[in-house]
């Protein structure tokens, strides 16, 4: 999610690099699957992002064939039907605890996608994923130094952005 920033596409790469998985790797033992899978997982993230600039270029090219807005108006389109009902709302819950969890939350999400890249890629393995310095390390294809480096260097950068938001750690 914090990679791609889209649910939809996250989720998406998640099923297709499970896919891979099952058939590249089935006959493998179960306790190499978590590993492949995010190495697996990495790559697919990597490929989505050298699509997209292909994409970018002929989108650019095409663009003059997009419909204008009035060619819009005539389509039928319906507002209501995209927007999202809160799943939280049906909680039973004290509306201030509720609206400061929500805003600490993207307050921290988004805190992790000004981390770069692989700052953010070993904090969310080894903090989300709960993986172990030596798994992280294999999946990012680096040292368990750097990888330790990594998580050092993200979590000093988020906790000096909350606490400039007055959230101390």
């Known amino acids: ?11 998406d790469i998640v099923q297709d690099s499970m896919m891979k998985l099952v058939e590249k790797y089935s006959a493998k033992p179960l306790e190499e699957l978590p590993l492949l899978f995010q190495r697996i997982l990495q790559n697919t993230i990597r490929d989505f992002y050298r699509r997209q600039k292909t994409r970018s270029l002929w989108t650019t090219l095409f663009s003059a064939f997009i419909p204008s807005d009035h060619e819009k108006e005539s389509e039928d389109f319906d507002l209501l039907e995209t927007l999202q009902s809160d799943p939280s709302s ?26 770069p890249a692989r700052q953010r890629e070993a904090f969310l393995l080894r903090y989300w994923e709960e993986m172990d310095v030596m798994e992280t390390a294999k999946i990012m294809g680096c040292s368990e130094g750097s990888v330790k480096t990594h998580c050092s260097r993200a979590t000093h950068t988020l906790a000096a952005m909350l606490k400039k938001h007055g959230i101390g750690l």
């Open 1 to 11: 999610m914090f990679a791609i920033r889209d649910e939809h596409l996250a989720l």
């Open 90 to 115: 049906s909680k039973v819950n004290d509306p201030h605890q509720q609206l400061e969890q929500s805003q600490l939350i993207n307050l921290l999400e988004r805190a992790i996608e000004t981390l």
